[in-house]
């Protein structure tokens, strides 16, 4: 596709249930990766995917967080027992990775909000 | 630990130059990206700088010195879409990007 896509852009949730989160990245980008941004908070790390395999899951907050990619494409973002905590935009990230200068393009994010 | 410090908030005036600064303390450096973020939408690409010095891109210029542990990105001929969150981050890895809060420019007339 032309960009990064994320869906759902906006998602509502109660406390205690599960959400799954989509990340569509830029056709031929090997490398993609998880963000969270809080209210007024920075970009925190969440997980970064070459290919299908995650070599570095530690920004992942607790054992809830969860996170595969397929076909070294589409990646799901999967939240277990939601707390209100979890509120948060949660951003996707793809690149060519491989080279030093592996610019991260990023897509327009999920909004989660915990109930 | 990691650590990158940016001033929250800026005011600035349209026509005029604008330096915000960013210092960081790492545990490793592979280079430092500034990225601009509107109110509600995607970060997008800005600079990149991985040697010391300055790198000039059309209104947008960013410096890095690494033995200070600091960039600045400074912006010409400021125009008011030019408001929004300016965030700086520092490859610490290979892959891996470490993000500061940000600052919040506004441009006003």
């Known amino acids: 596709g032309a960009g990064v896509s994320q869906s759902p852009s906006n998602k509502v949730t109660e406390k205690g249930k599960d959400v799954e989160l989509r990340c569509d990245p830029i056709?031929?980008?090997?490398?993609l990766y998880w963000y969270r941004q809080s209210l007024g908070q920075g970009l925190e790390f969440l997980i970064y995917?070459?290919?299908?395999?995650?070599?570095?899951k530690s920004g992942l907050p607790s054992d809830r967080f969860s996170a595969e990619r397929t076909g070294g494409s589409v990646s799901t973002l999967t939240i277990q027992r939601t707390q209100q905590e979890d509120s948060a935009v949660y951003l996707c990230?793809?690149?060519?990775?491989?080279?030093?200068?592996?610019?991260?393009?990023f897509g327009p994010g999920t909004r989660l909000t915990v109930l | 630990g990691q650590n990158i410090d940016q001033p929250t908030e800026m005011t600035a005036t349209e026509g005029a130059i604008v330096q915000i600064n960013c210092t960081y303390q790492?545990?490793?450096?592979?280079?430092l990206f500034w990225y601009q973020q509107h109110a509600g939408e995607a970060p997008t690409f800005l600079s990149y700088?991985?040697?010391?010095g300055l790198e000039e891109k059309g209104r947008f210029s960013s410096f890095l010195s690494r033995s200070k542990g600091y960039s600045y990105l400074l912006l010409k001929e400021l125009q008011m879409k030019d408001s929004a969150s300016y965030l700086c981050?520092?490859?610490?890895?290979?892959?891996?990007?470490?993000f500061g809060t940000g600052t919040r420019l506004t441009v006003i007339p």
């Open positions: 790492t545990s490793g450096f592979n280079g």
């Open positions: 981050a520092v490859k610490t890895g290979a892959n891996n990007l470490f």
């Open positions: 056709s031929g980008h090997t490398a």
């Open positions: 990230a793809s690149s060519l990775a491989g080279t030093l200068y592996n610019e991260q393009f």
């Open positions: 995917f070459q290919g299908n395999s995650a070599p570095d």
């Open positions: 700088n991985v040697l010391d």
